[in-house]
């Protein structure tokens, strides 16, 4: 999708008087262990970031490349997180809406409407539009999705040093091979979602 079209849902917006829209966007709903990380971005009207797409669409080396660009131009950015221990506690949808409004609180500048990806209000404490496949649509929502993935990819790097038996760096806490065989040679490890793995350890 081109650049233009990517900044058409914001350009909408402002047309009808907004001035700061927030993009948001989750990345590790799905891993078996680690925090899920949110990301919530307002970018300048106008503003051209070569090569911002959807993080899925993107390489490691790619959406590391953007990832300061969009910090640095950003008019606003803030990160949020829900931990592992949250997520068993009160599932991950509502860990994802918490990590959510956290990385909506950490902007430094109020918003006016969030464009959130899906199609689930996670309860802002803003007017919020959301947008099935926001990422590929919206250029604030891709930038967000940029910034949660390279955020929880680190968080996921800096775990595998302290649990190097389960590869996390590799696979980032997703339910690969390696990962279940991991899972039948050590157990579970202290950073695990254990509602995840119910089905897993009820079969064995």
Same mark, same amino acid.
């Given at each position: ?6 900044? =058409?849902? /914001? ?9 700061? !829209? @927030? ?13 899920? @990380? #949110?990301? %919530?971005? !307002? ?28 910090? /640095? =131009? ?17 599932? !991950? ?34 007017? +919020? ?12 929502? #891709?930038?967000?999705?940029?910034? %949660?993935? +390279? ?29 279940? #065989? #991991? ?19 009820? /079969?064995?």
């Amino acid at each position: 999708m081109s650049k233009e079209n990517l900044c =058409q849902i /914001e350009q909408t917006y402002l047309s009808q008087g907004f001035q700061h !829209i @927030c993009g948001v966007d989750e990345a590790g709903r799905g891993p078996l262990a680690g925090p899920v @990380c #949110a990301a %919530a971005v !307002i970018l300048p009207p106008g503003l051209e970031i070569p090569g911002l797409d959807d993080s899925k669409k993107l390489s490691d080396k790619r959406r590391r490349e953007l990832f300061p660009a969009i910090r /640095e =131009q950003a008019v606003a950015y803030g990160i949020g997180w829900a931990s592992w221990e949250e997520i068993d506690q009160v599932n !991950i949808l509502q860990a994802t809406y918490l990590a959510m409004r956290r990385a909506v609180e950490q902007l430094s500048v109020h918003p006016d409407i969030a464009l959130v990806d899906g199609n689930r209000d996670p309860g802002l404490p803003v007017p +919020v539009k959301t947008i099935v496949h926001g990422d590929s649509l919206s250029a604030s929502i #891709a930038a967000a999705s940029i910034l %949660a993935k +390279v955020s929880r990819d680190d968080a996921m790097l800096a775990l595998a040093k302290q649990y190097p038996e389960y590869g996390f760096d590799i696979h980032k806490g997703y339910g690969t091979q390696r990962h279940y #065989a #991991a899972l039948r040679e050590y157990g579970a490890s202290p950073i695990h979602r254990m509602s995840f793995l119910k089905k897993f350890y009820g /079969e064995k």
